[in-house]
């Protein structure tokens, strides 16, 4: 029996020159806040940051479908998401909702790639123009995760066994993008 992992990881996917040339056209500069006026999780999308994802996505598809044994149908927009300093994401299932007690599936997602345009760093000097202290993507039912490197890609399945939250961001400032693709068939973990 073939026993594959569930992650993949592609380290240097995309350069650090890239990851600054992506968050220069997502023109980051005030995150959102809540209605307390709190910073909250800013996300946007770009078409031109988007392609430069895509076409690097579109070289790695092979060894995914591969890896996963499943044919690519598509990917939604990129989502370029920043997490600043004091707060962490959301609890998030990216292709689920907890309904009535069960899991149901709500959104035609496969495969979830999180790539890193932060660098983890916890000694000084610290670098907050590409540096974070924290912010890590914490899959918790698995008890473990992954400090953000930047330009590398996590890929995993969408399903409720990898729920995912990024860790507070004690500080600096993450950065990262959000890749939601579909299969021709439903992915089964």
């Given at each position: ?5 569930p ?37 946007k999308?770009?078409d ?14 092979p ?9 690519y ?13 004091g ?30 345009l ?28 992954f ?16 729920i995912?939250?990024s ?11 959000r890749?939601?693709?579909?299969a ?5 973990y």
């Amino acid at each position: 029996m073939d026993i594959k992992s569930p992650f993949y990881v592609v380290e240097e996917f995309i350069s650090p020159l890239l990851c600054e040339e992506l968050l220069d056209i997502c023109n980051f500069t005030v995150p959102d806040t809540d209605k307390d006026q709190h910073e909250i999780k800013t996300v946007k999308t770009s078409d031109r940051a988007e392609s430069l994802v895509y076409e690097r996505l579109l070289t790695l598809l092979p060894e995914l479908q591969a890896h996963y044994k499943l044919m690519y149908k598509g990917t939604e927009r990129v989502q370029f998401e920043w997490i600043p300093q004091g707060c962490k994401g959301d609890f998030i299932c990216e292709n689920s909702t907890f309904l009535r007690g069960k899991w149901l599936r709500t959104k035609q997602r496969d495969l979830t790639a999180i790539l890193f345009l932060s660098d983890y760093q916890e000694r000084t000097p610290f670098e907050d123009e590409f540096e974070v202290y924290g912010g890590k993507l914490e899959f918790v039912q698995h008890k473990f995760g992954f400090n953000p490197q930047r330009g590398t890609l996590i890929v995993f399945p969408s399903d409720p066994h990898f729920i995912n939250i990024s860790s507070e961001v004690l500080a600096g400032d993450l950065f990262q993008a959000r890749i939601q693709n579909a299969a021709q068939t439903p992915y089964l973990y």
